[in-house]
């Protein structure tokens, strides 16, 4: 049973991921600001992360520098990131600090959102 972390301020977004991967049987768990984020990260195991860039108090892009310098609790967690921002700068950024991947939210309908999942945890050493 894989065990996903979403990290997204949005409550909406964030409830929506929640249910929908609930729904096909995984393990969730939620944070709605980077430092609650990083502290999850630390204490627990995640197979997958689902990381915004843009969050409260930390952002994603400095979560990903964290992890680099403290890795998390699971040192191989693949992390995906989840945002609106095209940036390439901010993209390329992301890759080099280690994240598997990137997902548009606002570009992925439901169906789009869980086979994306399922094709990052089918790689999960």
Do not use: H, W
Not at 27 to 56: F, H, Q, R, T
Not at 66 to 82: Q, R
């Amino acid at each position: 049973m894989a065990k996903i972390l979403i990290v997204e301020d949005d409550q909406f977004l964030r409830e929506f991921y929640q249910e929908l991967l609930t729904e096909e049987g995984y393990l969730i768990d939620a944070a709605a600001d980077g430092e609650v984020a990083l502290s999850k990260l630390k204490d627990n195991e995640y197979d997958l992360v689902l990381l915004d860039i843009m969050l409260p108090k930390k952002d994603g892009v400095q979560i990903l520098r964290d992890l680099k310098a403290t890795p998390a609790k699971k040192a191989n967690v693949t992390i995906v990131v989840l945002t609106n921002l095209g940036q390439d700068a901010v993209i390329k950024e992301c890759f080099d600090l280690g994240a598997e991947g990137y997902l548009i939210k606002s570009a992925m309908n439901p169906d789009q959102v869980l086979q994306e999942v399922k094709s990052y945890l089918q790689k999960t050493p």
